[in-house]
């Protein structure tokens, strides 16, 4: 259930990175409202992705 929402998270994140870019690019939201939800989107991003990624590799050795 954890890495389900942690996974949700990380993806929509990413997203939203990307989202806020393309509706800028579109001219359907100032600059101002893109920079912020990107700045939302990429600390989700930050915060969720590493136990996204990592998952399962916890019993592995290096």
Avoid at 1 to 7: G, P, R, S, W
Avoid at 36 to 62: C, H, I, K, Y
């Amino acid at each position: 259930m954890k890495e389900t929402i942690l996974t949700f998270a990380a993806v929509s994140g990413l997203l939203g990175t990307l989202v806020a870019a393309a509706l800028v690019f579109a001219g359907q939201v100032s600059l101002g409202v893109a920079k912020t939800s990107m700045l939302v989107a990429t600390v989700v991003w930050f915060v969720a992705a590493p136990f996204w990624l990592l998952r399962g590799d916890e019993g592995q050795a290096n």
